[in-house]
């Protein structure tokens, strides 16, 4: 129980962002157009590519000489490069078809 | 560098992937969303490259090969699909970006020797137990959506009360560990092991008309493990990326249950099972209607409404239905589309088939306008949709879909059937849509009849 109350308290600022981001998401999102779920569904899946920078940041900190964890991470940063560029590839593709038919 | 100067351009970076994914959802402005939060994530990129870390180990050689590999696998995959394959190839970029977020975790553990304190080690442990739930998941709603997984496949015994033990072990074993502060190697596989299963238990049962939830929700979910990554990278940018994509994917969630009227428990914890149950059985003749008569009573037509479904994708039928939309607008017939909000196998499916063949939006019924419009359209053909029509959703309150808004058809004049055979829809649900008197069916597959009927019309 004192370990959470320390960590609360360590990471007052956190728990203040996490908190506003939330509210901040639902009202970003909030009444999107039929048209643009897919879009968004694949945009907002490429975003979650992010995850590519956490494994550049712990594969920095990593041992040379540590093959497990360097492989791991190489691994971690290919699967979320490939979930970023791909998804925002693939909407920009989606996007495109939609303004496309748009200039007629 | 100065870190100052790195923070301010993660704080930018921020601004940026806040302000695209605003543009994002409104029409106009999409494009320059997607790219203003490509801008945002390479600047993330580009400073978590550079940003002073405890070691300097660096090891930039790895990082160096993991984006090219991984950027050129993304590029070509994401040139190459096909707009109808789009369900699955989100739904594979998304257990990618899953696993990516569990090795983090993996990668921290082994680098920390498996213990830390107590929170730290709870977090990087809920961490790699959702990562792993989002990405075995998304592979099961890949490999269901692709067709290689069959649902009969999946049956697993007491899939629901194991479900509930495995999700109550896992939680139990991330506190135990959390209190020690260390983990052994097996205990670390173990926790991996039963994650895989629990994320398998968790999609398995889930099946037919609720894949968009699914795929809607693990998209969730694979947000939440990117922000939970940030926080134990501490990454602002990571974080707020995450929450942001976590709340749009529950966003679509709640829309997706809304237009099934379907609570998200019902979806997850219901009886929506992907095998068929007791239903009752419809009996009746279903009439038969040629093309070349088809495309008479067309050419005569006022109003022609499309309805379309998952089975238009998988007959790469958007193009040729264009076509006929074109035809019979030069003879002065009046032609929409009614989109079922859940038609198909995600969110806004049909709109993307429909956008690749240059339909334009205004054709476009929502179910609302939709469902006024059929009352008074002379024809409606229905190209592969099955469950969205269902009467029995109205009709039959011992049905599995008893309560779902649908595309109502009584009133419809002409409701034409283009279907392969009298199979029941992906639902596993009999449709006494069928049996109606105004219904006529016409078999075989969607492409080549519409084919047909184009042909004869350019006789009429």
């Known amino acids: 129980m004192n370990d959470i109350i320390v960590f609360f308290e360590q990471n007052i600022e956190i728990i203040y962002l996490l908190t506003f981001a939330v509210f901040l998401g639902f009202e970003v999102i909030s009444k999107i157009p039929t048209v643009l779920h897919t879009p968004l569904m694949s945009g907002s899946n490429a975003i979650s590519g992010v995850v590519l920078i956490g494994a550049i940041l712990l594969i920095r900190v990593t041992e040379p000489t540590d093959y497990f964890p360097l492989i791991m991470a190489t691994l ?9 560029v791909g998804g925002l590839a693939v909407t920009s593709r989606m996007l495109e078809m939609f303004n496309k038919k748009k200039r007629k | 560098m100065n870190i100052v100067i790195l923070d301010g351009v993660l704080f930018i970076a921020s601004v940026l992937l806040i302000v695209g994914l605003r543009k994002l959802s409104n029409p106009d402005s999409a494009s320059n969303g997607n790219r203003l939060a490509a801008v945002a994530l390479g600047l993330g990129v580009l400073v978590a490259l550079v940003y002073p870390v405890e070691t300097q180990n660096n090891n930039y050689l790895y990082i160096a090969f993991g984006i090219v590999v991984g950027g050129f696998i993304g590029i070509i995959s994401a040139k190459k699909v096909p707009m109808t394959a789009m369900p699955e190839m989100v739904s594979l970029f998304n257990g990618f970006g899953g696993l990516s977020a569990a090795l983090i975790s993996l990668v921290w553990m082994v680098n920390y020797h498996f213990s830390g304190e107590a929170t730290e080690l709870g977090i990087v442990l809920l961490n790699l137990f959702l990562g792993l739930v989002a990405f075995i998941g998304s592979m099961v709603a890949y490999g269901k959506l692709s067709g290689r997984l069959k649902d009969h496949h999946l049956k697993i015994p007491f899939n629901k009360v194991l479900n509930i033990i495995i999700l109550l072990v896992t939680v139990g074993l991330i506190v135990v560990f959390s209190f020690n502060g260390y983990l052994s190697t097996p205990q670390t596989i173990l926790f991996i ?3 895989l299963f629990y994320g398998i238990t968790f999609v398995a049962p889930i099946g037919g008309a609720d894949m968009p939830v699914v795929i809607a929700s693990l998209n969730a979910l694979t947000g939440i493990t990117a922000a939970i990554s940030g926080i134990i990278t501490d990454n602002k940018l990571m974080l707020l990326g995450g929450v942001l994509v976590g709340s749009s994917g529950i966003i679509l969630t709640l829309l997706m249950c809304k237009a099934m009227n379907r609570s998200v428990l019902s979806v997850f914890f219901g009886n929506f099972s992907a095998t068929k149950g007791a239903e009752n059985q419809v009996e009746g003749n279903a009439k038969e209607i040629s093309a070349s008569n088809l495309a008479i009573q067309l050419a005569y037509s006022q109003r022609v409404c499309i309805i379309p479904g998952y089975g238009m994708a998988v007959a790469q039928a958007q193009k040729i239905v264009k076509e006929l939309e074109e035809n019979l607008e030069n003879k002065d017939v009046e032609f929409k589309y ?30 609302d306008e939709a469902n006024s419009y059929l009352e008074t359209t002379d024809v409606a053909i229905v190209v592969g949709a099955n469950d969205v029509v269902n009467p029995s959703a109205l009709e039959d309150p011992s049905s599995k879909i008893y309560g779902m808004p649908i595309l109502k058809l009584s009133k419809t004049n002409n409701v034409i059937v283009l279907k392969r055979s009298m199979n029941p829809g992906y639902a596993g649900i009999q449709n006494p849509l069928f049996f109606k008197d105004n219904t006529k069916m016409l078999f075989g597959d969607a492409k080549k009849s519409i084919e047909i009927i184009l042909k004869e019309l350019k006789d009429v």
Request: charged share 15%.
């Open chain 1, 76 to 84: 971690g940063i290919i699967l979320g490069t490939i979930n970023l």
């Open chain 2, 193 to 195: 092991v039963l994650s």
């Open chain 2, 338 to 367: 009614a989109i079922h909000p859940v038609a198909g196998r995600m969110p806004g499916h049909m709109n993307v088939l429909l956008a690749e063949a240059d339909v334009s939006y205004d054709k476009l019924l929502d179910l």
